[in-house]
């Protein structure tokens, strides 16, 4: 308790400097009531030192500093009086409005000013005389002027530190979208980077094993044949995304995202890194012709979906049909790609389940679904099932 009203260095040096003021203007015999007080003269040096203890009081306790004050103000009009009294109380009715609460600070004011007021009527009925106006000056200007001086320091101080904390809360929050939109990009990034390199490599990994595991030249020679097909399409893909990332120069030209145009090629490639491992590739399109361009998000995703789950059935799938499927119907688009579901026996790639969430990311960033599992046939196989649905909407295409 004792250090919360431990008074600062200011209000020290404010009481120290009106305690000195006051004895040296009681020293030199200078007071502000003319000598007629019935007491003796170091009477006055009674409520100058309890307007210098108020002065203490002044920031940590402003209301005790105002209270003690007055009554101080008040027992000076009884003594010779000391000019430094009447101003050191000036500064205390200041800071109970600057540092006192907001209540005081919003009572203080029009408080002061009804004295004011109230005081000049009633000393100018007392005297009936024009000079009785100076009384209420000399009021107004110990009371309700520091009043209203405090009020305006401490609504530009408030308003100052509204505009701190404003800018400190949009500097937070231009923070978070900042790290929102890295992490949004860097998602973006790892989806685009697995599905451009996870069809190539597995093929790279399920036609070296072959090679490496049969001992046969032809094999071998058709093995490394594709190898070195992917590797290059491989390559080609990194090199569009690279692109795609770099600032670049006036020199560079953008590249195309993929479009669904292009998954007749991507099942004939699948076709060829299939063969090894039994799976058969078909494509049914369903969608009336010229029915125009998709939204390129839209697009893009297709394309992503059909690669992603080409490249799942050639690292999964037991020999068999692998058949991709498009239609649209009204503003849905859909994509469906179904393979054999079961154990191989020839080489296979290992995955690491990034490739689905990747496609449930591409999927839910359009609002649409998708699923993906497990469905037994008539004839007691199962299947594996990708299905998605992609809303084509004028939101879509504004996105």
């Known amino acids: 308790m004792l250090t919360s009203i431990r008074p600062d260095r200011d209000a020290v040096a404010l009481a120290v400097s009106g305690l000195l003021g006051g004895l040296l203007l009681w020293r030199l015999g200078l007071h502000t009531q003319g000598g007629h007080s019935l007491l003796a003269p170091w009477a006055t040096l009674v409520p100058l030192t309890a307007m210098g203890a108020a002065e203490l009081l002044r920031r940590t306790a402003p209301r005790t500093a105002l209270t003690i004050g007055t009554l101080a103000l008040v027992a000076d009009q009884f003594t010779w009086g000391n000019l430094a009294t009447v101003l050191m109380f000036t500064d205390v009715m200041y800071a109970a409005v600057l540092y006192g609460t907001p209540a005081a600070a919003r009572r203080l004011p029009p408080a002061t000013l009804l004295i004011t007021v109230a005081s000049t009527i009633g000393f100018l009925a007392w005297f009936r005389k024009p000079e009785a106006l100076l009384i209420g000056l000399v009021i ?28 400190a809360q949009t500097a937070r929050l231009a923070e978070m979208d900042r790290t929102q939109a890295v992490v949004a990009e860097r998602a973006r990034m790892a989806r685009e980077l697995h599905d451009m390199v996870a069809n190539h490599l597995s093929a790279v990994a399920i036609h070296s094993t072959a090679a490496l595991s049969i001992d046969d030249p032809d094999t071998s020679r058709n ?49 060829v890194n299939g063969a090894t491992g039994g799976l058969v590739c078909a494509l049914e399109d369903t969608r009336a012709p010229g029915a125009g361009a998709l939204p390129t998000p839209v697009e893009l995703a297709a394309y992503r979906i059909v690669q992603e789950s080409l490249t799942n059935a050639l690292k999964h799938a037991a020999p068999g049909p692998v058949t991709v499927r498009l239609g649209r119907t009204g503003e849905l688009l859909t994509v469906e790609v179904t393979s054999v579901f079961g154990s191989r026996t ?7 389940g990034a490739g689905l969430v990747g496609m449930r990311e591409r999927v839910a960033l ?34």
């Open 223 to 271: 093995a490394l044949k594709v190898i070195r097909e992917n590797s290059v399409e491989g390559l080609a893909e990194m090199r569009r995304l690279i692109g795609l990332l770099r600032e670049g120069g006036e020199d560079e030209t953008p590249v195309a995202a993929p479009t669904l145009d292009a998954v007749d090629a991507l099942v004939e490639q699948a076709n």
């Open 366 to 399: 359009l609002g649409g679904t998708i699923s993906a599992r497990a469905e037994p046939e008539g004839d007691g196989t199962k299947i594996w099932r990708v299905r998605a649905e992609l809303p084509v909407t004028e939101r879509t295409m504004r996105e």
């Open 140 to 167: 107004g200007l110990v009371s309700f002027i520091p009043a209203l001086t405090g009020v305006s320091v401490r609504s530009h101080r408030t308003a100052a530190d509204n505009a701190r904390l404003a800018a």
């Open 346 to 352: 020839g080489p296979t790639a290992p995955g690491s």
